[in-house]
């Protein structure tokens, strides 16, 4: 009974106590104030609407933000790192960022799990708490006095899709999950708290069906009032979008194949099918394909979303019609794209503010961009990037993808009011020049988000939970797995235009895209463009067991002045220093100092993170995952 007492304790407590006062939940926002004498219990706040709709909104504020931003468990993510950088589009030159410390040099085990700056805690992300504190205002809100029915059916929906986006930011760590469908009440039953692990099935459908209840009882978009008030509410098109990405990574080969993903023992949770489907499941992907025609079904129907257009056609305007998609607030308003997005209440005034560190990652190399995925973005006219072609090297940095240049820092982009200088011994790659360290270790910095760290300086960054863009795409998928390869290069066709860039089979006449392999290596390509840095990646390459690209050795560009000068530009008196150097060489290296362990041993048990032993050991029907 002991080991089930701490176990509630660990993982299901939410904001509130389970008898008490909670005198400790008027945080944040000036939460659920008191009136001076009176306790908050439960009894309080499902008296009032008012005190039930900021109970709601606290909650609102435990869902996922992907930046590292404060230096708490909670927080500061992998000690200012982010598990993106795990995959091969950008790389941690960040020594004591969890990424280096447990992942990169190997060191990761079970036993990490008890600390904080894992890929996601399992208990130290307060996705439990928001599912129990969910299921407390979905199992009482109906008793609220002056609160109508109208709005007792929208709230409750609001609270599932809470519980359903949780559920799936573990999901996608550990696979199948303990299913918690009622809030935890204290009890001497101990048969009351035993919640033994899910299926991947039962993970995924419990999730769906939430998802689906919601999207019965939610407004398809918000209307001004909720926009100028309440900007985020959970939405309908929300609703069904999550569902489609849910049922993506799902249908993906990593739970649905012929045979399990990693065959390392412990092998329990495989034997209960709880890391996988136990055979392959062409149905998952109709069932995608169905819940994507349904989404943009509706959304012809209904309007109000859609991708953010460029207002003219010069590489400008594209730029800021992609930045708009990613960066802007607005539920269907100011940014159509936006489906679901978060928030936090951190902002930074200066770049070395103690409580927004963000700035101080990547000022630190936490984020460092590779060649490769330099290499991913196409040149301005849609057509691929070639290293082999004179033409295309001589134009890397300046007739490109309009997304390279709002997601990575290139030599001579526009920074800081003048041109930045990534050429060795240059303003700002002369710090670390050939040492691959810091900020520009790569020979690139990190743009997104950041962008040229003054543009945001007292604003809260908003965290893209999903775009529309991202649809898009998810269809495209569902569409290829399906034999429908035109209508699938038509809605990746629809993202590239955006940003002006020619169609996929125009661009790419050496190509047979009607190959299903050859149209899922652009599909994954396009969308590590579309959504750098954006925690797509990563995932990416863990639904498609890619275990050839997390082995692939990766780059960084060492960029040198064509006159042999190792010397800033800028940092000169106008008078005397000259043109600006125009003329460059180039020369690719292989990112050394901070060496990934499974580029020499790889082993697919990396697909999914370890449980804590900790919880494990509880006995309440958690099993570990393959390999830990």
């Not at 909650?59 to 590292?68: A, E, N, R, V």
Request: hydrophobic fraction near 40%.
């Amino acid at each position: 009974m002991k080991k089930i007492k701490i176990f509630c304790a660990a993982i299901l407590l939410g904001g509130i106590a389970l008898t008490s006062c909670v005198d400790d939940f008027a945080v944040g926002d000036s939460f659920l104030e008191k009136q001076p004498g009176v306790d908050v219990t439960q009894d309080t706040i499902f008296n009032s609407a008012e005190y039930a709709r900021r109970f709601l909104w606290n909650d609102y504020s435990k869902l996922y933000y992907g930046l590292p931003i404060y230096w708490n468990s909670i927080d500061n993510k992998m000690n200012m790192g982010m598990f993106e950088t795990l995959s091969d589009c950008w790389h941690s030159h960040l020594s004591w960022d969890g990424v280096n410390r447990h992942y990169y040099s190997g060191s990761y085990s079970a036993g990490t799990e008890s600390g904080s700056d894992t890929r996601f805690g399992y208990t130290n992300e307060e996705t439990w708490e928001a599912i129990r504190q969910s299921w407390i205002f979905i199992e009482n809100v109906d008793r609220v006095p002056d609160m109508d029915e109208a709005e007792k059916k929208r709230l409750k929906a609001e609270a599932k899709v809470i519980i359903a986006s949780r559920y799936f930011d573990m999901f996608r760590h550990y696979g199948g999950l303990p299913i918690l469908d009622h809030a935890i009440q204290v009890s001497n039953d101990a048969s009351a708290y035993q919640f033994e692990r899910g299926t991947v099935d039962a993970t995924v459908t419990f999730m769906t069906q939430l998802l689906d209840q919601a999207a019965a009882d939610l407004p398809w978009s918000l209307d001004a009032a909720d926009i100028s008030n309440w900007d985020g509410r959970f939405t309908r098109a929300a609703a069904m979008a999550l569902k489609c990405k849910v049922l993506l990574f799902a249908a993906s080969p990593l739970f649905n194949d012929s045979e399990p993903y990693c065959t390392e023992g412990p092998q329990e949770a495989v034997t209960n099918l709880q890391v996988w489907y136990g055979a392959y499941k062409p149905e998952l992907w109709t069932e995608l394909l169905q819940a994507c025609e349904s989404f943009f079904t509706e959304l012809n129907q209904k309007g109000v979303y859609g991708l953010v257009q460029a207002a003219g056609t010069s590489p400008a305007d594209y730029r800021t019609a992609f930045r708009n998609a990613y960066f802007t607030r607005g539920s269907g308003a100011a940014n159509p794209e936006m489906l679901i997005s978060t928030r936090v209440r951190y902002t930074y005034g200066s770049n070395w503010q103690w409580n927004y560190y963000f700035p101080q990652s990547n000022m630190n190399g936490a984020f460092t961009p590779t060649q490769e995925y330099v290499e991913m973005f196409p040149m301005a006219d849609g057509t691929p990037f070639d290293w082999d072609d004179p033409n295309d090297v001589a134009n890397m940095f300046t007739q490109r993808d309009p997304r390279l240049f709002e997601t990575i820092l290139v030599e001579g982009a526009s920074y800081q009011g003048r041109q930045a200088e990534l050429w060795v011994g240059g303003r700002e790659a002369r710090q670390n020049s050939e040492l691959e360290t810091g900020q520009y270790a790569t020979g690139y910095a990190n743009y997104k988000f950041i962008l040229d760290f003054s543009a945001n300086l007292n604003k809260p960054t908003l965290w893209p939970y999903l775009r529309l863009s991202e649809v898009y795409l998810i269809y495209a998928e569902a569409l290829l797995k399906a034999g429908r390869t035109g209508e699938a290069i038509n809605m990746v066709d629809q993202v590239r235009a955006r940003v002006g860039m020619g169609g996929l089979e125009a661009s790419n006449p050496d190509k047979n895209l009607s190959d299903a392999d050859v149209l899922m290596e652009e599909i994954l390509r396009e969308r590590a463009c579309e959504l750098g840095l954006e925690d797509v990646r990563l995932f990416d390459l863990i639904r498609n067991k890619r275990a050839d690209l997390f082995q692939k050795q990766l780059h960084g560009l060492r960029i040198y002045r064509a006159d042999g000068v190792q010397d800033s530009w800028s940092d000169k008196d106008a008078s005397t220093r000259g043109p600006r150097p125009t003329e460059f060489t180039y020369s690719k290296f292989e990112l050394t100092n901070a060496k990934r362990a499974w580029w020499t041993s790889f082993s697919p048990k990396w697909y999914l993170a370890a449980f804590p032993p900790v919880e494990v050991n509880k006995g309440y029907g958690l099993t570990q995952n393959p390999g830990w």
